[in-house]
């Protein structure tokens, strides 16, 4: 297993393979997250409930599952669920040899701006900066890889939620692409995109440190849904892809400093030849997706269990408009932004922004803004993105890369990770 620093884990592909060939016990592995846990939880804040005696117990059945002869993909690996609720969607990840260890921190109750989370001793900070929030709504879980808590840990995105907070703590977050539902069906199935979502804004994600570990996690868990997301990218095509950096989608406003880091980021992966960037005078000009976002997100979509809470979910500031508006301009938005990305991925293969607009903010909250200007674009669209650490701002803090696929394209994405991180 390569070195790792004192925050880090190896990858937990090589855990796995370490626990696998019997280089590692899987109580062992399992015991040290509980450890890091014990030490350092109380003031990072990052865990809702560790389950000591229930994650040592299924260490020893991996341990047994290995000794009979299963080859485990992720044996032995200690992750993080999103919430109290998060067991409901891990199955592929236990089934593979994940031992959850506890609950990620989430937002409370009541909580206009899911931009922070409520940890079992208190408010869940930012490891770079505790008086900076981790982003929300899947706090604990970057919290939690960022610091080394743990390797790899769950998260849903209803609007950004597992890639603003990756940005702002400095790892990988993947959204993979929405379980699209027909028009007009508010069924809801907790088991597709986030736990009690019932608008399909939600769905499925990881956070971790390693590209290698979010192309684990989803080859594991696109057998769930392979019906419903076919790969696009071509393995064989010794082409790099077609890139669009675009700092604000046509609309956003986001600050200087996101957008300068983010635009270095871009402009290294184009020179490393990870992908070719279009000119900087093409241009893609979507529509504000907020009044859409906040008009389908309606009445009893973020009262299930677990659900992932956008910002504003009461009344979003300065909108005007909120949950249970009238849905006939938000579909409009909604159909002219899917109009001119299909336009767009037919001609390109990914899209490039800032994460967020702004940098990580105080826990007092962002004010009248939105730092999911930015992403929850392609919850609407269906889209699956990826945020990568693009840099350190001046407060230091980890600002974020977005990168947007055509649907189905999360193996792209997973490329142009693995490209970046080597």
Known sequence: MRAAGPWEWPP???LAEA???GRLRAVDVVGEALGRIARADRSLCAFAEVWDERALSAAREVEVRVAAGERLPLAGVPIGVKGRYGLRTAGPLIAAGCVPVGATAVPGAGTPWQTWGLGAHGRTVNPWRADRTPGGSSAGAAAAVAAGLVP???GSDGAGSVRIPAAWCGVIGLKTTNARRPPGDRTGDPTRGGAGD???LAAPGVLVRYAADAAAYWRITARE?????????????PDPPVALFSPDLGFAGPDPEPVAVARAAAARLAAAGVLRLLPSATLLHLEDPAPAWLALRGPGADRGPGADRGPGTDRGPGTGRGPGADRGPAESVSAANDR???AFFSRADLLLT???PNPAHGHEGPGDRYSTALTWAFNLSGHPAISLPAGIGADGCPLGLQVIAAHGGEATLLAVARAAES
């Open 340 to 342: 001119l990305l299909a």
């Open 19 to 21: 626990v696998r060939a």
């Open 152 to 154: 790899l840990a769950t």
């Open 12 to 14: 937990a592909v090589e």
């Open 354 to 356: 800032p994460t967020t």
């Open 198 to 200: 019932l608008t399909g």
């Open 225 to 237: 849904s392979a019906s419903e997301t076919p790969e696009r990218a071509n393995p064989a095509n």
